[in-house]
Protein backbone atom coordinates (compact mmCIF):
# COMPACT_ATOMS: atom_id res chain seq x y z
CA UNK A 1 0.00 0.00 0.00
CA UNK A 2 1.22 3.82 -0.33
CA UNK A 3 1.63 6.17 2.16
CA UNK A 4 -0.32 9.51 1.12
CA UNK A 5 -0.72 13.00 2.36
CA UNK A 6 -3.30 15.88 1.84
CA UNK A 7 -3.57 18.86 2.64
CA UNK A 8 -7.17 20.81 3.75
CA UNK A 9 -8.01 19.48 0.22
CA UNK A 10 -8.05 16.67 -1.77
CA UNK A 11 -5.58 18.11 -3.86
CA UNK A 12 -2.65 18.29 -4.69
CA UNK A 13 -1.51 14.96 -3.27
CA UNK A 14 1.03 12.74 -2.69
CA UNK A 15 1.32 9.10 -3.16
CA UNK A 16 4.40 7.36 -3.31
CA UNK A 17 6.10 7.04 -6.78
CA UNK A 18 3.04 8.54 -9.20
CA UNK A 19 3.92 11.57 -10.11
CA UNK A 20 1.54 13.58 -12.16
CA UNK A 21 2.79 14.46 -16.45
CA UNK A 22 3.24 18.13 -14.38
CA UNK A 23 5.40 16.45 -11.27
CA UNK A 24 2.55 17.08 -8.92
CA UNK A 25 1.48 14.13 -7.39
CA UNK A 26 -2.16 13.55 -6.98
CA UNK A 27 -4.87 11.52 -5.47
CA UNK A 28 -5.65 8.70 -6.63
CA UNK A 29 -9.65 7.89 -8.06
CA UNK A 30 -9.25 4.47 -5.86
CA UNK A 31 -6.20 3.55 -3.67
CA UNK A 32 -7.85 -0.11 -3.43
CA UNK A 33 -11.05 -2.02 -3.08
CA UNK A 34 -11.69 -0.98 0.24
CA UNK A 35 -8.90 1.59 1.27
CA UNK A 36 -10.79 4.77 2.46
CA UNK A 37 -8.10 7.90 3.24
CA UNK A 38 -9.36 10.03 6.62
CA UNK A 39 -8.34 13.08 8.19
CA UNK A 40 -9.21 15.73 10.82
CA UNK A 41 -10.11 18.92 9.82
CA UNK A 42 -10.65 22.24 11.87
CA UNK A 43 -8.62 21.26 15.08
CA UNK A 44 -5.24 22.25 15.88
CA UNK A 45 -3.55 20.35 13.99
CA UNK A 46 -3.51 17.00 11.81
CA UNK A 47 -4.63 15.03 15.32
CA UNK A 48 -7.72 17.45 16.40
CA UNK A 49 -10.72 18.09 14.12
CA UNK A 50 -14.00 16.97 12.53
CA UNK A 51 -13.65 13.75 10.97
CA UNK A 52 -13.71 13.07 6.83
CA UNK A 53 -13.53 10.24 4.79
CA UNK A 54 -12.65 9.91 1.39
CA UNK A 55 -15.36 7.89 -0.85
CA UNK A 56 -15.75 8.07 -4.85
CA UNK A 57 -13.11 11.05 -5.21
CA UNK A 58 -14.87 13.28 -2.67
CA UNK A 59 -14.13 13.70 0.98
CA UNK A 60 -17.45 13.91 3.37
CA UNK A 61 -18.20 13.51 7.15
CA UNK A 62 -19.09 11.14 9.89
CA UNK A 63 -21.97 11.64 11.53
CA UNK A 64 -21.86 12.06 15.14
CA UNK A 65 -24.62 9.20 16.28
CA UNK A 66 -23.78 6.83 18.52
CA UNK A 67 -20.13 8.04 18.05
CA UNK A 68 -17.57 7.76 21.01
CA UNK A 69 -14.30 6.92 22.41
CA UNK A 70 -13.64 3.47 20.75
CA UNK A 71 -15.04 4.91 16.96
CA UNK A 72 -12.29 8.19 17.87
CA UNK A 73 -9.31 5.28 19.37
CA UNK A 74 -9.34 3.68 15.42
CA UNK A 75 -9.37 6.90 13.76
CA UNK A 76 -6.60 8.27 16.44
CA UNK A 77 -4.82 4.44 15.22
CA UNK A 78 -5.47 4.95 11.58
CA UNK A 79 -3.54 8.42 11.55
CA UNK A 80 -1.19 7.38 13.49
CA UNK A 81 -2.05 10.20 16.38
CA UNK A 82 -1.36 8.09 19.58
CA UNK A 83 -4.94 7.44 21.55
CA UNK A 84 -8.04 9.01 21.33
CA UNK A 85 -8.49 11.50 24.27
CA UNK A 86 -12.18 12.52 23.41
CA UNK A 87 -14.53 12.27 21.10
CA UNK A 88 -16.58 15.17 20.15
CA UNK A 89 -20.15 15.83 18.81
CA UNK A 90 -22.21 18.28 17.59
CA UNK A 91 -19.78 20.00 14.91
CA UNK A 92 -17.12 20.91 17.96
CA UNK A 93 -14.53 21.71 15.05
CA UNK A 94 -16.66 23.44 12.76
CA UNK A 95 -18.89 21.73 9.92
CA UNK A 96 -17.89 20.07 7.19
CA UNK A 97 -18.14 21.10 3.54
CA UNK A 98 -18.91 17.69 2.33
CA UNK A 99 -21.64 15.13 2.07
CA UNK A 100 -22.40 13.16 4.97
CA UNK A 101 -20.99 10.06 3.96
CA UNK A 102 -21.21 7.65 7.08
CA UNK A 103 -23.93 7.06 9.77
CA UNK A 104 -24.45 4.84 13.10
CA UNK A 105 -20.17 3.90 13.40
CA UNK A 106 -19.75 1.14 15.59
CA UNK A 107 -16.14 0.22 16.31
CA UNK A 108 -15.12 -2.07 18.82
CA UNK A 109 -11.85 -0.08 19.11
CA UNK A 110 -9.34 -2.25 17.90
CA UNK A 111 -9.60 -2.08 14.11
CA UNK A 112 -7.13 -0.92 12.04
CA UNK A 113 -9.43 1.26 9.64
CA UNK A 114 -12.54 2.93 10.23
CA UNK A 115 -14.57 1.85 7.22
CA UNK A 116 -14.08 -1.65 8.73
CA UNK A 117 -16.66 -0.57 11.53
CA UNK A 118 -20.22 -1.14 11.67
CA UNK A 119 -22.06 1.46 9.94
CA UNK A 120 -24.85 2.13 7.67
CA UNK A 121 -24.57 2.28 4.35
CA UNK A 122 -22.26 4.78 2.42
CA UNK A 123 -24.04 8.65 1.89
CA UNK A 124 -27.19 7.09 4.01
CA UNK A 125 -27.73 9.24 7.11
CA UNK A 126 -30.23 10.49 9.45
CA UNK A 127 -28.06 13.80 10.35
CA UNK A 128 -28.16 17.18 9.98
CA UNK A 129 -24.94 19.55 9.36
CA UNK A 130 -23.98 20.32 12.55
CA UNK A 131 -23.80 16.40 13.49
CA UNK A 132 -19.80 16.01 12.69
CA UNK A 133 -18.29 13.84 14.52
CA UNK A 134 -14.64 14.96 15.74
CA UNK A 135 -11.35 13.93 17.94
CA UNK A 136 -9.17 14.83 19.93
CA UNK A 137 -5.68 12.47 19.92
CA UNK A 138 -2.80 12.17 22.40
CA UNK A 139 -0.41 13.68 19.78
CA UNK A 140 -2.09 16.98 19.37
CA UNK A 141 -0.34 20.11 19.99
CA UNK A 142 -2.59 21.12 22.49
CA UNK A 143 -0.69 18.42 24.87
CA UNK A 144 2.57 19.68 23.46
CA UNK A 145 3.89 22.81 24.92
CA UNK A 146 6.98 23.07 22.53
CA UNK A 147 5.09 23.60 19.35
CA UNK A 148 2.61 26.31 18.38
CA UNK A 149 -1.02 26.02 17.16
CA UNK A 150 -1.38 25.15 13.74
CA UNK A 151 -4.81 24.73 11.60
CA UNK A 152 -3.86 21.57 8.98
CA UNK A 153 -5.06 18.32 8.55
CA UNK A 154 -3.46 14.93 7.25
CA UNK A 155 -4.15 11.95 5.82
CA UNK A 156 -2.26 8.60 7.07
CA UNK A 157 -2.25 4.89 5.65
CA UNK A 158 -0.14 2.12 7.20
CA UNK A 159 0.55 3.95 10.11
CA UNK A 160 2.68 6.74 8.94
CA UNK A 161 2.64 10.28 9.66
CA UNK A 162 4.73 12.40 7.19
Given at each position: ???????????????????????????????????????????????????????????G????????I????????????????????????????????????????????????????????????????????????????????????????D????
Amino acid sequence: MSRLWCGLTAEPCIKAGEPASDGAYTLPTQLSKDIFPVRLVGGWDSCAGHVEIFYENAWGTVCDDGWDINDAHVVCRQLNCGKAVEALHNSYFGQGAGKMLLDNVICAGNEQYLWQCSHREWGKHDCRAHEDAGVICSEADIFDDSSSQTSSSSVILDGDRL
